[in-house]
T-cell receptor, first 115, second 113 residues
């Protein structure tokens, strides 16, 4: 069964460092998303990406964040200068189409710990 | 008012019990409703996906949507210890565009053998 794959599963970084979280969406999907979940809080939307550009972003997704699809398979989230409050689980999701009646499939997540 | 309200629990039930999980929402634009199951430190796993008001059944799971009351429910029959997880309600709007998913905080369920 096709699945969304995320690496690494756990990343520890020092405050102020740059991190890149990687995702391989399901191969024929066209819409890609990043969500995050701070421990004990709800899963929150960060950004959606389609046709090599950001289509929507939340207020959380400030200038410290960027996304990229550097090749035909990977989808990355970069945090330029990490802060303690960036510590969270980051989930990548993909969807075949952009219409609401198609399912979003989530990866297993990357646990980011900023120390 | 939060867009999606969900009681975080925890909810403890004996094995074999019927479990009822609920969410309310405030945004009338939400038209598609989902329930995800999330095990500790794992990604959300889609359980049920509904659009219409009414019931949808899949094995031991029944999803119920009442759009007039902005209220959705998930029922689990004959609950098993393996059902112990956090259950997230989620919804998307039918407003075109890129359909981000809005989640509730999740209800933590423990089924006791």
């Amino acid at each position: 069964e096709p699945e969304v794959t995320q690496t690494p599963s756990h990343q520890v970084t020092q405050m102020g460092q740059e991190v890149i979280l990687r995702c391989v969406p399901i191969s024929n999907h066209l819409y890609f998303y990043w969500y995050r979940q701070i421990l004990g809080q709800k899963v929150e939307f960060l950004v959606s990406f389609y046709n090599n550009e950001i289509s929507e972003k939340s207020e959380i997704f400030d200038d410290q964040f960027s996304v990229e699809r550097p090749d035909g398979s990977n989808f990355t989230l970069k945090i330029r200068s990490t802060k303690l409050e960036d510590s969270a689980m980051y989930f990548c999701a993909s969807r075949l189409t952009g219409t609401a009646n198609t399912e979003a499939f989530f990866g297993q997540g990357t646990r980011l710990t900023v120390v | 008012q939060k867009e999606v309200e969900q009681d975080p629990g925890p909810l403890s039930v004996p094995e074999g019990a019927i479990v009822s999980l609920n969410c309310t929402y405030s945004n009338s634009a939400f038209q598609y409703f989902m329930w995800y199951r999330q095990y500790s430190r794992k990604g959300p796993e889609l359980l049920m996906y509904t659009y219409s008001s009414g019931n949808k059944e899949d094995g031991r799971f029944t999803a119920q949507v009442d759009k007039s009351s902005k209220y959705i429910s998930l029922f689990i029959r004959d609950s098993q210890p393996s059902d112990s997880a956090t259950y997230l309600c989620a919804m998307t709007a039918n407003s075109g565009g890129y359909q981000k998913v809005t989640f509730g905080i999740g209800t933590k369920l423990q089924v006791i053998p």
